[in-house]
């Protein structure tokens, strides 16, 4: 008998309008657990690097992790893999919401679907029963709009829906997949509509088995009343109090944001505290969490003229920095971006990339005849145009790095916030920070805030306070980080072996995460500010030996996270990427320190096993990998 999962993949060819359901090998669970580990495995196994993103062999995969679904608190994350548009990689954004846990009570852990439909249509998977259905009802509508009217149209209210809008209908790179709750961007969605999917609709009634179920719920019970005991129980930080400067009090005081190179603090002052403070208890209507979590950290908006949505935690600064506008322009574009089913992220920074370009001439008034003279206008009247792909907007639907190639011209300057073709948060530095190099550069999960966190951004100010903090760590992985931690002096720099092994279990933790479908914030991202979670790598090999009945410690989860880790990056690798592409823009630090990024690089490659143009190789040997060796000898890459 499988436990915690199903052990049945769902596979569909859109080409053929086949539909089967493939038994899996367990010795796959063993060895990269679920979700993204799994997910990656087969990329590696099925797509090869001539394929391109847009290929009908391109595969587009939601997969579950291992605990999803199970009464493990937090376990709700599906994973969706591809090759991105915008960086010919592999992306693997995660979702949580409610979609997944019911895709295992489908009966399923993956969707797999291949090839491209010569019509829209949708999937509807109802337990065994499973349909390509008609959707050129549904061509054009939002996203909001899509999610009613397929749940009216099956007579399911129950029914989780994941779809694109009119953004992934058009290929736009910056396109999201939405389940309403959650969404899945760095290009999925431009995928999705690729091959002509506009939705997948799933209702669930079966049981998921646990080995040990009794056992299991006890542990769970105290990891709930643990989250309970937490201060910010209720929520991790209210926006509708006015709470933003308390929690993001390291970035307001130490980054600069946007392209304007501004920092926050210089913006907030007590006037700004209380226009956000007036706005979100004016639109913010309540919160919720995902499946089986009681977080409630998403934020319900309801502001005038856009559909209701959901606001979470970095999503509420992209439109505000890349415009300087206020609040309110912030949640109306948001809600318009969500129904149109674009990520939050990257699309502010490819507007303003454009405002930028027209304001130094490079773009002209011929390129955006017809543009309003102020900003919140530009910003509305670009935006449209990206997600129809008309005009200019079909140049920066490619996002910034391949729009400013194309555009020429010098707007290669102007590409401020790409790293590996894709764009970053834009958050800069005044001087080389050691750790957060090492993440902008080396991590593929193509956004540092989701691969941050376990430790601790800043150090406390005394050594007395450090100590303090390190007698209550349950959650450092052993002594080394906390002796780390000691020996950092407030202004100071971590050394460099520090830096890689920070880097290296922030890492590591996420790819946890993901392979099980927890929630990150319910593992790492507390430990950045110093809070106790329930999840680290001391208590999360009990929680899976319960659940699968696998016998799991600390030291094999370790490893198959970095067995998951490392055969990303040989897929990767094998698709192109090398050390050249490992560099943060050229403004990324007001101070640069070339020799140091280098001997970073260095370090951090020979600390992970990597050769010094960053292909796996002792790495390949430590995780058992020998048939990706194999491959990548018989392609001169190694």
């Known amino acids: 008998m499988r436990f915690a999962e199903t052990g049945v993949n769902l596979e569909i060819d859109l080409t053929r309008g086949s539909i089967e359901k493939e038994e899996t090998d367990p010795k796959l669970t063993e060895l990269y657990l679920g979700g993204h580990g799994t997910n990656t495995k087969l990329l590696w196994d099925r797509v090869p690097p001539e394929v391109a993103p847009f290929s009908p062999d391109n595969l587009l995969i939601f997969g579950t992790g291992l605990l999803c679904g199970t009464p493990v608190p937090a376990a709700n994350r599906t994973t969706v893999s591809t090759i991105s548009p915008p960086t010919y990689l592999s992306a693997y954004p995660v979702m949580g919401g409610f979609w997944g846990p019911e895709l295992k009570y489908a009966g399923y852990d993956k969707v797999i679907i291949r090839g491209k439909s010569p019509t829209w249509v949708y999937l509807w998977i ?33 029914a989780q829906v994941a779809c694109i809008g009119p953004a992934g209908e058009n290929r736009v790179v910056m396109s999201s997949i939405e389940t309403g709750k959650a969404s ?25 088995v646990v080995a040990r179920p009794a056992e299991l719920f006890d542990y769970c019970t105290k990891m709930m009343n643990r989250w309970r005991e937490r201060p910010e129980y209720r929520g991790r930080f209210s926006l509708s109090k006015g709470d933003v400067e308390e929690y993001e009090s390291f970035h307001l005081n130490n980054f600069a944001w946007g392209n304007a190179r501004e920092r926050i603090r210089d913006y907030w002052n007590d006037e700004r505290r209380k226009e956000w403070r007036e706005a979100f208890q004016k639109y913010v209507s309540g919160r919720v969490g995902c499946y089986n979590c009681p977080s409630a950290c998403v934020d319900v908006i309801n502001y005038p003229g856009v559909p209701t949505y959901f606001l979470k935690c970095w999503s509420v600064h992209g439109y505000w920095m890349a415009s300087k506008l206020d609040i309110d322009f912030e949640l109306k574009m948001c809600g318009i971006s969500h129904d149109y089913g674009l990520d939050s992220w990257s699309t502010p920074l490819v507007i303003a990339f454009a405002l930028e370009l027209y304001d130094a001439g490079i773009l002209t008034d011929r390129d955006m005849a017809g543009m309003p003279a102020d900003t919140a206008g530009r910003f509305e009247w670009i935006l449209d145009r990206i997600v129809r792909r008309e005009g200019i907007g079909d140049v920066l639907a490619n996002g910034t790095y391949w729009a400013a190639r ?3 011209k010098g707007a290669e300057v102007y590409d401020h916030n790409s790293i590996k073709r894709l764009e970053q948060h834009p958050i800069k530095l005044g001087m080389l920070n050691y750790t957060y190099y090492l993440m902008w550069t080396t991590n593929e999960k193509a956004a540092i805030t989701q691969i941050e966190g376990s430790y601790p951004q800043m150090p406390r100010p005394t050594r007395e306070d450090r100590e303090q903090f390190v007698r209550n760590w349950a959650e450092a992985p052993n002594e080394r980080l906390k002796q780390h931690y000691l020996d950092w002096e407030l202004r100071g720099h971590e050394t460099v072996e520090a830096a890689c092994e920070i880097t290296d ?30 999840y680290h790598i001391h208590s999360i090999p009990k929680v899976v030996s319960l659940a699968t009945g696998m016998a ?28 050249a592409d490992e560099q943060v823009p050229e403004d990324h630090y007001k101070h ?3 020799a140091m990024e280098t001997k970073l690089l260095d370090e951090y490659y020979r600390f992970k096993g ?15 990998l020998d048939q990706v060796r194999e491959d990548l000898k018989r392609r001169g890459i190694l």
């Open 406 to 408: 194309e555009i020429g």
């Open 505 to 534: 279990w922030n890492e590591t933790m996420r790819y946890v995460d993901d392979a099980l479908g927890l929630c990150s914030y319910w593992g790492g991202f507390g430990g950045q500010i110093g809070q106790r979670q329930p």
């Open 184 to 208: 899945a961007s760095k290009g999925a969605g431009a995928i999705m509509g690729d091959k002509r999917l506009k939705a997948i609709a799933v209702r669930g009634t079966k049981d998921i």
């Open 592 to 594: 640069r320190d070339p």
């Open 552 to 579: 799991m410690d600390e030291a094999e989860l370790w490893r198959i996270a970095h067995r998951n880790r490392t055969l990303l990056r040989a897929v990767n690798v094998r698709r192109g990427l090398r050390r």
């Open 610 to 624: 990597w050769n010094n143009d960053g292909i796996p190789d002792r790495a390949l040997d430590e995780y058992g």
């Open 126 to 158: 109802n337990n065994n029963k499973v349909e390509i259905r008609d959707a050129s009802h549904l061509v054009g509508k939002g996203v909001r709009d899509t999610i009613e009217l397929i749940k009216q149209e099956l007579k399911q209210d129950r």
